[in-house]
């Protein structure tokens, strides 16, 4: 009975591992493409550059060290539109993965949750809830003043029901940003310095 337990459990093992292996491009295939389309989604054009990819890391108020991931974005012309940023913090459900755009001067473009954990018809809303002419519109703003719920006596308004998650998302925002402004600038060229290679 051990015997053929243990030979289930190996032939199992193997069956899954030989999955995993075949899934795991098309995974890794799927995730590219659909940040490639975030990107494009929160830099509002179609024909764009990800010049470059720089990784910086601070500090919260609570000694947690964040990692953002900084997709520097080029027109075809090579002239600088800004960038993408990657954010997480945590919010109701689990983490909530934000990717945001910004212009050169830091006003915000776009934004998309690319992962969250929220519950559904409550804090998911904030896919659509902070966009242009919603309830909560982000979009234009420059979170050089942190964004905040009115709840806190901020000038956001919350998702209804949700404002665990609406402070998660204006905080992954304000973050993002801060990551974005703190990034090096060569002075001869004005382009980041590149922190990871691409």
Known sequence: MVLVLTGVAVVMGGILAYVNHLTAEPIAQQKEKALAD???????????????TDTVSQTDA???????IIYQIQDGANQDLG????????????DLKVLVGFDPEGKILGYALLEHAETPGLGAKADKWFQQGEKGDIIGKVPAEPL???????????????????????????NAYNAYMATPVDAESGATKQKKED
Do not use: H, P, W
Not at 62 to 67: A, F, Q
Not at 83 to 94: D, L, N, P, Y
Not at 148 to 174: C, E, H, M, P, Y
């Open 38 to 52: 975030g990107i494009k989604s929160v830099m509002c054009v179609d024909e764009l550059t990800v010049a470059k």
């Open 62 to 68: 609570k000694g947690k060290e964040l990692t953002y």
């Open 83 to 94: 960038a993408a940023v990657e954010s997480t913090t945590g919010g109701f459900g689990g």
């Open 148 to 174: 905040t719920v009115s709840k806190d006596g901020g000038q956001v308004d919350a998702i209804t029901a949700s404002t665990i998650t609406s402070r998660a998302f204006l905080l992954a925002v304000n």
